[in-house]
């Protein structure tokens, strides 16, 4: 960040630039005002600014939000996470966090891990990170996308697997847990509210990078996805799914999922379902394109790059049926490993779809919605201060949108860049 836009006082005004809304299709002149890490107002006639930071040429937008993230996927091998040691594996989360946060990406939500802890740290200022939302390790079933035990690992009966065959005591891992029937279920839900989880993520379809479950047939039973959906909304809360299929999809829908996340494989009718319904898609083009490239030197096997480029092939598809169906998309990467560094690139890849408007409304308006927070992915009077200053227009120039940021402000204060 340039000491040019660098606040010194609790009350400041960005004047001169463009400023998006988080909901508008055009950006407007405007100043904003900042008083106490809220945005006070907007235009002429705000109370005096103890300081005014000119950024004429710039777009302001509100922070924006990563609805797919993972702070302890470290490695794209499930059974390596596990292996981790947790001060490391702590250390690299505060490493992947503060890099988004520089970004820009002043929300995270992380659908498959996160846990008290490392929240606290953030809040407490240990991590200089994102708002830090998490689901804790995510709901599969016994085979399913979050059991990263191989095809030849011992079953009930068998001599016992070496521990590091395994993804940690009872099938539960750092980003999953083996979790099967309805009142097991029922039990998981609970704990994980009881640690202070936004959402619940389950397993509802095979995955990429899992090694014994088919990318397309759903996964969990109706009442067993129908039992994590009422527990979730008891709580005032909501299910977020990883599914592919429609017939996953499908599945969710029925028993009321509200976020799919992913949904490469999404024809129009069950579009049309997700719109009637009101669930939001939650696209990860990212992941898949860094995936594709990459891929390889990080072991990805033979069969994994084999489903990455089906769901590659199909991911943008997915995108557009949505939106021809009225569907809320977000906006996620889900990326593991070293390959977090790619996640400014997931604004390109989505703006080659939509547009950069829509793409922008959808990293923070739209994936507001999804959290359920008013006080976050707008600028309006009363949300919170969380801000990027894009050095230029990308209404005009797009890969501005996916460059670094002149400046990211976090409930008022300045990320250090």
Same mark, same amino acid.
Request: glycine share 12%.
């Given at each position: 960040?340039?000491?040019?836009?660098?606040?010194?006082?609790? =009350? @400041?005004?960005?004047?001169?630039?463009?400023?998006?809304?988080?909901?508008?299709?055009?950006?407007?002149?405007?100043?904003?005002?900042?008083?106490?890490?809220?945005?006070?107002?907007?235009?002429?006639?705000?109370?005096?600014?103890?300081?005014?930071?000119?950024?004429? +040429?710039?777009?302001?937008?509100?922070?924006?939000?990563? /609805?797919?993230?993972?702070?302890?996927?470290?490695?794209?091998?499930?059974?390596?996470?596990?292996?981790?040691?947790?001060? %490391?594996?702590?250390?690299?989360?505060? =490493?992947?966090?503060?890099?988004?946060? =520089?970004? +820009?990406?002043?929300?995270?939500?992380? #659908?498959?891990?996160?846990?008290?802890?490392?929240?606290?740290?953030?809040?407490?200022?240990?991590?200089?990170?994102?708002?830090?939302?998490?689901?804790?390790? *995510?709901?599969?079933?016994?085979?399913?996308?979050?059991?990263?035990?191989?095809?030849?690992?011992?079953?009930?009966?068998?001599?016992?697997?070496?521990?590091?065959?395994?993804?940690? !005591?009872?099938?539960?891992?750092?980003?999953?847990?083996?979790?099967?029937? #309805?009142?097991?279920?029922?039990?998981?839900?609970?704990?994980?509210?009881?640690?202070?989880?936004? /959402?619940?993520?389950?397993?509802?379809?095979?995955?990429?990078?899992?090694?014994?479950?088919?990318?397309?047939?759903?996964?969990?039973?109706?009442?067993?996805? !129908?039992?994590?959906?009422?527990?979730?909304?008891?709580?005032?809360?909501?299910?977020?799914?990883? *599914? %592919?299929?429609?017939?996953?999809?499908?599945?969710?829908?029925?028993?009321?999922?509200?976020?799919?996340?992913?949904?490469?494989?999404?024809?129009?009718?069950?579009?049309?379902?997700?719109?009637?319904?009101?669930?939001?898609? #939650?696209?990860?083009?990212?992941?898949?394109?860094?995936?594709?490239?990459?891929?390889?030197? @990080?072991?990805?096997?033979?069969? /994994?790059?084999?489903?990455?480029?089906?769901?590659?092939?199909?991911?943008?598809?997915?995108?557009?049926?949505?939106?021809?169906?009225?569907? =809320?998309?977000? @906006?996620?990467?889900?990326?593991? +490993?070293?390959?977090?560094?790619?996640?400014?690139?997931?604004?390109?890849?989505?703006?080659?779809?939509?547009?950069?408007?829509?793409?922008?409304?959808?990293?923070?308006?739209?994936?507001?919605?999804?959290?359920?927070?008013?006080?976050?992915?707008?600028?309006?009077?009363?949300?919170?201060?969380?801000?990027?200053?894009?050095?230029?227009?990308?209404?005009?120039?797009?890969?501005?949108?996916?460059?670094?940021?002149? /400046?990211?402000?976090? !409930?008022?204060?300045?990320?250090?860049?």
């Amino acid at each position: 960040m340039t000491p040019s836009v660098l606040p010194t006082q609790a =009350r @400041f005004t960005l004047s001169g630039g463009l400023v998006f809304d988080g909901e508008s299709e055009q950006p407007v002149q405007t100043s904003v005002h900042v008083v106490d890490g809220a945005i006070a107002g907007l235009g002429d006639g705000l109370p005096t600014a103890d300081q005014t930071i000119d950024v004429t +040429g710039k777009l302001i937008a509100p922070g924006l939000i990563d /609805a797919h993230f993972h702070a302890y996927g470290v490695s794209l091998s499930g059974q390596q996470i596990d292996a981790t040691a947790p001060g %490391y594996l702590a250390l690299q989360a505060a =490493r992947r966090l503060s890099a988004a946060l =520089r970004r +820009g990406f002043t929300t995270v939500r992380d #659908v498959a891990g996160g846990d008290p802890w490392l929240a606290k740290a953030v809040t407490d200022g240990l991590i200089d990170g994102p708002e830090y939302l998490y689901t804790g390790p *995510a709901l599969s079933q016994t085979g399913g996308h979050g059991d990263a035990r191989p095809a030849l690992v011992a079953g009930p009966g068998d001599p016992a697997p070496a521990a590091a065959d395994c993804c940690g !005591a009872g099938g539960s891992g750092v980003m999953g847990e083996v979790v099967d029937g #309805v009142d097991a279920l029922r039990r998981a839900v609970r704990e994980r509210f009881r640690r202070g989880a936004h /959402a619940i993520k389950i397993m509802a379809s095979g995955g990429v990078i899992s090694p014994t479950d088919p990318l397309r047939i759903p996964q969990y039973s109706p009442d067993e996805i !129908a039992a994590v959906v009422a527990e979730a909304q008891r709580r005032g809360s909501y299910v977020a799914a990883h *599914a %592919y299929s429609p017939a996953a999809i499908a599945a969710c829908l029925d028993a009321g999922v509200r976020s799919i996340e992913h949904g490469n494989l999404l024809d129009a009718a069950t579009a049309e379902r997700m719109a009637q319904t009101g669930a939001f898609l #939650v696209p990860t083009l990212v992941t898949y394109d860094a995936m594709a490239r990459r891929g390889t030197d @990080f072991g990805m096997t033979v069969a /994994a790059l084999a489903k990455n480029a089906e769901v590659l092939d199909h991911g943008r598809t997915a995108i557009e049926l949505a939106a021809a169906q009225g569907v =809320r998309v977000g @906006f996620g990467t889900d990326l593991m +490993g070293p390959l977090d560094s790619e996640q400014s690139a997931g604004l390109r890849l989505q703006s080659d779809v939509t547009g950069v408007a829509a793409t922008l409304r959808s990293a923070t308006g739209v994936n507001a919605r999804l959290l359920n927070r008013d006080d976050l992915g707008r600028i309006r009077p009363g949300a919170r201060a969380d801000l990027v200053v894009f050095d230029g227009n990308p209404f005009q120039t797009a890969e501005v949108l996916w460059s670094p940021p002149l /400046a990211v402000y976090r !409930a008022g204060r300045p990320v250090a860049q």
